[in-house]
């Protein structure tokens, strides 16, 4: 346990400038998530990318961050959280560079691993050493415009992506979006030493690097077959994978539950998924995930080959869904205190909503109209999303202890995480499998309804949710016993 001092410790006294530098290292990882959405199909034409290449370029990133995470804000609170985020930080630039260059699809997913990992490794050391930088209002201060930076990245990722790509600033097309992290990152580095101040946990608890490993095989044996079993024809030998890694992460849980081991840090926190409410939430946040990513990639494809859009136009059009989440983003924490459940249930149903508006919108675009015909849909389902993911954490951790919320959202962040890659994978070969000997616009509307069908299963789940959200000041102060909750949720287009 963290004790709250009063008043920020006196090596802090340029904690706000600290903050500041943590936060822009930070949102290049957050701009990278959705700014390659945008790129994919320039990627897909330059280096003659399949579809299932394509969908690893997506999916490595998200497995590699969920597989690192935990284990990431263990080792920082060990070794140092400045320490470690130097650490991803510098790894982060690195690997931005051997995606820039790439020059095959197999080279740049290959990068796309490592820039997962060293954005788990980056991410949890910010939130951790905010706490300890903060007190009071000032840490609530803190997170809320780290909060707000999560929602504006995305947006900035769009755009950026669309204009970097389209300028072809030196001949190098879409490498831009990942080259232009370099300046920043090396800018990050230096001012991160010299502002920002080393912070470790008193209970000195040891990542479970055996539990890791596991975990990471067993997130990549359940993702590989359903990104690869349509180009191999659905082997069984596959769906024996598939099975074996599920086994894994089912038995990686009960080894927790029967062998515990106080000077290890848990990854899977069996105690907590025994509790209704919260596995609901996190089956709804994998829902959100799958939804949301396997829409970003399905949706950035058929804009631009699909309906001839240029990268810009295509980040323009899917700013419009940004707009829909910041109308109501302030708003959704509040009405969830006061109505619970029933304001995420509503939130899923709105997004629900919104893709089948845009599927509606879909068969009136190209006959020159414009993208207007998506807006409506757009909005809508932009809307949902704020209702939905920004208060999901605050009602989940009503019930939840107080001691576990860390674990809470750690294992929050991973499933987000996880769900993005399965629904890159599944959405991904629905829509490739009616792209062979299909026309772009029958695969995008073949996908919709399998986008629509799981924000219903999300909303239906939400009514196992508390029927209150825990306040702001709770949910900031809840810590867990192997140190605070670092983990934030982060939403967006391709959130």
């Known amino acids: 346990m963290y004790p709250t001092p009063p008043h920020p410790p006196a090596a802090c ?48 990133y998200m497995l590699a961050f969920a597989a690192t995470l935990i284990t990431a804000g263990s080792l920082g609170d060990l070794l140092g959280r400045k320490r470690l985020f130097l650490l991803g930080t510098a790894v982060f630039g690195a690997a ?7 020059g095959t699809a197999t080279e740049l997913i290959a990068a ?24 009071g209002k000032e840490r609530g201060a803190a997170f809320g415009v780290y909060g707000a930076t999560l929602g504006f990245a995305s947006a900035v990722g769009l755009i950026a ?5 389209q300028a072809d600033l030196f ?17 990050s580095l230096f001012a991160t030493a010299l502002v920002v101040p080393e912070t470790r946990s008193r209970s000195h608890r040891r990542p479970d690097l055996g539990g890791a490993a596991v975990l990471t095989a067993a997130l990549v044996a359940v993702v590989f077959p359903i990104l690869e079993g349509r180009r191999l024809g659905w082997p069984a030998w596959g769906w024996a994978v598939l099975a074996a890694g599920l086994a894994a992460l089912v038995a990686l849980a009960v080894a927790e539950e029967r062998r515990p081991r106080p000077r290890i840090a848990p990854l899977v926190r069996p105690r907590l998924l025994r509790r209704l409410a919260f596995t609901a939430g996190l089956i709804v ?32 059009t899917m700013v419009a869904f940004s707009v829909g989440s910041f109308l109501v983003a302030p708003f959704a924490v509040p009405l969830a205190q006061r109505w619970g459940r029933l304001v995420l249930t509503t939130g899923a149903l709105l997004m629900a909503a ?25 909005v809508v389902a932009g809307v949902g999303l704020s209702l939905l993911v920004i208060p999901l954490v605050n009602v989940v951790l009503a019930a939840v202890p107080a001691h576990a919320a860390g674990g809470a959202s750690g294992l929050f962040g991973t499933a987000q995480q996880v769900g993005g890659a399965v629904g890159v994978a599944v959405m991904g070969t629905i829509f490739f499998g009616d792209l062979d000997g299909g026309s772009f616009q029958g695969a995008f509307l073949g996908v919709t309804p399998y986008l629509v069908a799981v924000y219903v299963v999300a909303a239906a789940l939400c009514l196992a949710l508390p029927s209150r959200a825990v306040d702001e000041d709770a949910a900031l102060e809840a810590e867990d016993e192997d140190g605070p909750a670092t983990v934030p949720v982060r939403e967006g287009v391709a959130a």
């Open 285 to 316: 946040q994998m829902a959100f995930s799958i939804g949301m990513q396997g829409f970003a990639i399905v949706f950035a494809l058929w804009l631009q080959t699909g309906q001839g859009y240029s990268p810009l136009r295509a980040g323009l």
């Open 112 to 135: 796309r691993v490592v820039q997962g990992a060293a954005a788990a490794t980056m991410s949890p050391q910010v939130l951790a050493t905010f706490r300890a930088m903060f007190a």
């Open 171 to 187: 001949g190098w097309g879409w490498r831009t979006v990942f080259l232009v992290n370099i300046p920043i990152v090396v800018g």
């Open 161 to 165: 992506g669309g204009v970097l790509t």
């Open 354 to 378: 919104g893709m089948a508006g845009i599927a509606v919108g879909a068969h009136h675009v190209g006959t020159g109209t414009g993208p207007w015909p998506l807006v409506p849909g757009l």
């Open 13 to 60: 006294e340029r904690r706000w400038l600290a903050a500041a530098v943590m936060i822009v290292a930070a949102t290049v990882d957050l701009i990278d998530v959705t700014i390659v959405n945008v790129a994919l199909p320039t990627i897909r034409r330059d280096l003659h990318a399949s579809g299932t290449q394509l969908e690893w370029v997506v999916s490595a």
């Open 96 to 102: 931005s560079l051997a995606a820039g260059l790439a």
